[in-house]
């Protein structure tokens, strides 16, 4: 059959010199629902940019429908017959879904007339051909998420698009909105349309397509009929076999001691509203690293925020026996807490700020830096900053040059520490290595271990299995705000992890391992 | 820290600005005639040409050092204050009130006057915290309006109960400033304004809560991480604006003749929006607003003997005077533009379109974010 769209040799290579796509061969049938699976950076929305005319291309071709074609524009993609439905919607909420659909799709040129009773004429044949319904008259901020999709995917039909590209689409919905979309999903199908849709849920991909592109690292690693695929296929395809390229961190003699953090029932909303997290339990002790994994916006960053006072939650949080609950980010921080943040541009530093001042962020009211009335303690500050630059060797042009004047790694170093200045017992360390070279990773990896020795608790959250893998005693596999599984990382390996990472139980996921290694060594 | 680093690349960045400046309300004067030599010999005839020039120029600056640094401060904590002038007139009605009619030994009547008028300018900046803190008000429309509330409502009190004939009762001499030098307006209050900018320096860069204020304008997301309360910091920096502001009202009326108010406010003129020029030209420093504030003040000292010796109309003047304050004052401008739309950037702007809500920054949301940034 010939493939609808169909992509040869694609590479993206952006500004900074990341290949976000390596020869990327993609095809994709008229009629089929095709998955496009990968983890965090494998490329899956970089590839979809690309298709939907977001993004140029560095080398390759496009075809559709056997033609080259190349977009300068959405716009262009969508005369074409493709449109995309965003994580984040393009919707303008105090307008209506009728408002919403017709803008930018009014016809007649610039001035042409926009006519209510057409578009809503063609609309309902629209809702009634595809079984897609969404109320048209009332504004969209005032919808229900799932609904607000709808909204968006009637926008694309309304604009006859063959070929929809949904990007996460399930990320912002609850379970029985998925639900519903997938029934959506199956009735577009039936009319012929063909569907690409990004998700890393194993269940998902299972249940709603018919094809599956795997991705990894920017390139596609398989290309299957979802009939000859399993989970554990896929998981394995999607993390990677790849011997684990460093050794554990090996952790001295001594068992873990007492529960630093204990956790109990906690429950978060996220921005959305959502259910972020949702009745998580765990504890993590002194001398021990427990490390949270799972595929990004399960619910981690609303943890670490719960957990670090950024965010109110339900449920009951103690560190060393005292509980959180309505406490500030700077008391927490004065119980022995230390932070490392998911993002250290945005929330570790402050980038205007030179980097004594930054050496003392959240440290700034310690009696150490403040002396009487309130007064900064300069000569202290800078050399608090000077120690740091000599114990964490910093490459920094001097404690009074601006934060943003250093490197992605000498940020991190600068944060990590900071936060280890203030003597923590309990180090709450998010993506930690997140975009830096291999020397500084390794050094913050060797930091953490070292202070794992020195009984500090440690919960490490990262989406990197070989960090987690490296570091871990105990992992928790986060999964729609739950954990699918905790265990001793010994208990565990990669691809059993990557199971739990796409929702499957811990026990199932057990089973599909053991299953897959017994037929693996009966055959050898 | 940074700023003092950087204070020779600004004092270059100024001079440029200035005779970029010079040389534009130079050819506007060419271009309509009049003698752009002349006037600009006249214009520094006036403000710096004698020790009665200076000490007018010096006696201008003191009340625009105090309204400027309201604005720097709102500034460095993330805000837009534009109250300074509400504050200001409100400051100076509390002053004539208990300079006017309170009998006070002569040692105490000063000084609790010029309390008093600061706390009335804080006192009038606290509906604008209120507002934004409780509902979201943006502080640009909450103090245009307290503005013009403090304004009528000034001149009302002053034309209905303190009114004798074109103007209010005048303080009485125990609540003046001594002058510094006599047949000048110069006044120790120059001496309270200078104290204050100083105060204000060492607030913000060697107190802790001017370090958490500092943080809080520059990235409200890393200093809540940080343990500021961002909150608390815009207070501080609304009640500080605003005891600054009272205090421009106060030095304008202890501090020169006619020692009161007149009947239409004119004698205080746009000292709380001239502030805002003032804060700019210096940078949003107090250093900074000290030069600034009196290189306003000898524009304005320089401004009569400019029409009068080279015959330059008054409307020419505040022209070329425009020109010069814009071509300083737009460097800055610019920087403050480019800073708050960065602020006000949400997740949901990945869209090709405008959004209508906002999903969990889930799923690839990180990854989207990196993907952007490097596009």
Redesign the interface.
């Known amino acids: 059959m010939k493939p609808l769209i169909e992509t040869r040799g694609l590479t993206k290579v952006y500004p900074d010199g990341t290949v976000a796509l390596r020869d990327v061969s993609l095809r994709v049938h008229p009629g089929e629902v095709h998955g496009l699976l990968g983890e965090n950076g494998a490329g899956k929305t970089t590839l979809t940019k690309i298709l939907s005319g977001l993004l140029p291309p560095t080398s390759g071709e496009i075809r559709w429908r056997g033609e080259p074609v190349r977009f300068r524009s959405p716009r262009e993609a969508l005369r074409r017959g493709i449109g995309m439905v965003h994580q984040h919607f393009a919707l303008v909420g105090p307008f209506t879904g009728l408002e919403n659909i017709a803008l930018g799709a009014e016809g007649g040129g610039a001035l042409g007339p926009l006519r209510a009773s057409t578009v809503r004429g063609r609309l309902e044949r629209i809702m009634d051909e595809s079984g897609l319904r969404a109320p048209l008259d009332v504004p969209v901020e005032t919808l229900p998420v799932g609904v607000q999709q709808r909204v968006e995917i009637l926008k694309m039909l309304y604009r006859d698009v063959e070929l929809l590209i949904l990007d996460e689409p399930t990320a912002v919905l609850t379970p029985q909105e998925a639900e519903e979309l997938f029934e959506t999903l199956r009735g577009l199908k039936a009319q012929g349309r063909t569907v690409i849709f990004i998700t890393h849920k194993l269940k998902e991909v299972m249940e709603i397509t018919d094809r599956i592109t795997v991705l990894r690292g920017g390139r596609v690693v398989a290309s299957l009929e979802t009939r000859e695929a399993t989970p554990e296929k896929l998981s394995t395809l999607m993390v990677g076999r790849e011997v684990v390229s460093e050794a554990r961190r090996p952790r001295k003699a001594t068992e873990p001691g007492e529960p630093v953090l204990t956790v109990r029932d906690l429950c978060v909303r996220g921005e959305s509203g959502l259910r972020a997290v949702d009745g998580l339990s765990f504890e993590v002790r002194a001398g021990e690293v427990f490390a949270v994994a799972g595929v990004q916006g399960n619910g981690q960053t609303e943890l670490v925020q719960a957990l670090t006072g950024l965010r109110p939650f339900q449920g009951d949080v103690q560190v060393l026996g005292r509980s959180l609950k309505g406490l500030l980010p700077g008391e927490i921080g004065a119980l022995g807490v230390a932070h490392i943040p998911e993002d250290r541009r945005k929330m570790g530093l402050i980038l205007p700020f030179t980097v004594a001042e930054n050496s003392v962020l959240g440290l700034q009211r310690f009696p150490r830096f403040r002396g009487a009335l309130g007064r900064l303690r300069w000569r202290r500050i800078y050399g608090h900053a000077r120690t740091l630059i000599e114990a964490f060797s910093i490459q920094a042009p001097g404690v009074r040059a601006p934060a943003a004047a250093l490197s992605g790694g000498n940020q991190q170093k600068l944060v990590v520490g900071r936060e280890l200045s203030k003597s923590p017992r309990l180090v709450i360390a998010a993506h930690p290595t997140r975009g830096l070279d291999v020397a500084a990773t390794q050094y913050i990896r060797d930091l953490l271990a070292r202070l794992r020795d020195e009984d500090v608790a440690v919960l490490l959250v990262s989406a990197d299995l070989d960090e987690v893998f490296q570091l871990a005693d105990r992992i928790g596999v986060m999964y729609e705000g739950r954990f699918t599984g905790i265990a001793p990382a010994d208990a565990l390996d990669r691809e059993t992890v990557g199971l739990l990472m796409g929702g499957l139980p811990l026990e199932e996921a057990l089973r599909a391992r053991a299953r897959a290694r017994g037929s693996g060594e009966g055959s050898p | 820290?940074?700023a003092r680093?950087g204070g020779l690349r600004v004092l270059l960045e100024v001079g440029v600005a200035l005779l970029l400046g010079l040389a534009l309300g130079a050819v506007l004067m060419a271009l309509w005639g009049y003698d752009p030599w002349k006037a600009y010999q006249a214009l520094f005839q006036g403000a710096l040409g004698d020790r009665f020039g200076i000490a007018n120029t010096l006696s201008r600056a003191t009340p625009l050092i105090l309204t400027g640094l309201t604005f720097a401060v709102g500034v460095r904590a993330g805000l837009f204050n534009i109250g300074a002038q509400g504050q200001m007139i409100l400051g100076a009605l509390v002053a004539v009130l208990i300079g006017g009619l309170l009998d006070l030994p002569p040692g105490l009547h000063l000084p609790v006057t010029v309390l008093g008028a600061m706390l009335a300018g804080a006192l009038w900046s606290l509906p604008a915290a209120f507002l934004k803190l409780t509902r979201g008000v943006h502080e640009v429309i909450s103090t245009i309006m307290l503005n013009w509330i403090a304004y009528w409502f000034t001149g009302y009190v002053v034309i209905a109960y303190l009114s004798q004939g074109r103007r209010s009762l005048q303080v009485d001499p125990t609540a003046r400033f001594p002058l510094i030098m006599a047949g000048s307006d110069l006044s120790y209050a120059l001496l309270l304004s200078v104290l204050l900018a100083g105060l204000v320096y060492w607030a913000l860069?060697?107190?802790?809560?001017g370090?958490?204020l500092?943080?809080a304008g520059?990235?409200p997301?890393?200093?809540?991480?940080?343990?500021?309360?961002p909150n608390r910091s815009l207070v501080w920096a609304f009640l500080l604006g605003g005891l600054a502001a009272g205090g421009a009202g106060a030095v304008e009326v202890l501090g020169r003749l006619p020692f009161a108010i007149t009947n239409d406010l004119s004698n205080l003129g746009t000292l709380g929006f001239d502030g805002i020029a003032v804060a700019l030209v210096g940078r949003n420093h107090p250093l900074g607003i000290l030069l600034s504030a009196v290189f306003f003040g000898a524009l304005a000292a320089g401004r009569t003997m400019m029409g009068y010796r080279a015959g330059v109309p008054f409307d020419m003047i505040q022209i070329v005077q425009g020109v010069i304050i814009l071509a300083i004052a737009a460097p800055e401008m610019w920087r403050i533009a480019r800073l708050r739309p960065r602020r006000a950037r949400t997740?949901?702007?990945?869209?090709?379109?405008?959004?209508?809500?906002?999903?969990?920054?889930?799923?690839?949301?990180?990854?989207?974010e990196?993907?952007r940034r490097?596009?």
């Open positions: 820290m940074s680093l860069w060697h107190h802790v809560a370090y958490e500092r943080a520059l990235n997301e890393a200093a809540r991480y940080g343990g500021v309360r997740p949901a702007a990945a869209g090709p379109a405008g959004t209508g809500t906002e999903g969990t920054e889930g799923g690839e949301g990180g990854e989207r990196r993907e490097q596009a």
